[in-house]
């Protein structure tokens, strides 16, 4: 246990303001302290409806457990070609007994929408993405950054950051379980 808290003290240590950027700020008991860490959301799996829609977390949220036919894990490795660029967290393959038709945009679309001109790229939470088959639900798109070339011949790349939804709170001494489970007698 200790060696963990020297850890955590040697890491606030080396995270924190530098020895000059301290000497030059007034101490003062009511100045609170600084943030030593700050918490970097990382990108999650990339959820794909009936192979054809990219989601968000929300659009998973909107999914009865009962419409589900199927759910495919890929990694890195397994992930079919035209989708192993997205693959890096993961991609949550899920196909429904329904079919779905979100609103959604394709890359041509969202390059018509946004007006751009010249070889563009699209990234899905910094992953490229390659199929042009796959279309983005629009209630998925949380933002979008565009960071242009320096000429009009290079190239734009436009990155789409998905809406990434915090779990839902669970009260304490509550374990809840989503799905169906049977118990055996």
């Given amino acids: 246990m200790r060696f963990f808290s020297s850890l955590a003290l040697l890491l606030a240590l080396r995270c924190g303001p530098a020895p000059a950027a301290l000497a ?30 990219v989601v968000g977390d929300n659009g998973l949220r909107a999914i009865s457990p009962q419409s589900i036919r199927r759910v495919v894990v890929y990694k890195n490795g397994s992930a079919p070609a035209k989708w ?11 196909t429904l007994t329904t079919k779905v038709r979100p609103d959604s945009k394709s890359q041509a679309q969202l390059r018509r929408w946004l007006k751009l001109s010249g070889p563009v790229r699209f ?46 709170p669970v009260p304490p001494g509550q374990i809840r379980i989503r799905g169906l489970a049977h118990l055996a007698p």
């Avoid at 910094?126 to 042009?132: F, I």
């Avoid at 565009?146 to 790349?157: N, P, V």
């Fill in 24 to 53: 030059q700020q007034p101490t003062s008991a009511a100045q609170p302290l600084p943030a030593l860490l700050e918490p970097v959301p990382l990108p999650g799996p990339v959820y794909i409806i009936n192979e054809r829609y």
């Fill in 84 to 94: 192993r660029s997205l693959a890096y967290y993961g991609i949550l393959s899920i």
């Fill in 123 to 168: 990234q899905v939470d910094g992953q490229l993405l390659e199929d042009d088959s796959l279309r983005v639900a629009t209630a998925a798109i949380a933002t979008l950054e565009i960071r242009r070339g320096a000429t009009a011949a290079d190239e734009t790349i436009v990155n789409i950051r998905l809406v990434r939804l915090p779990p839902p």
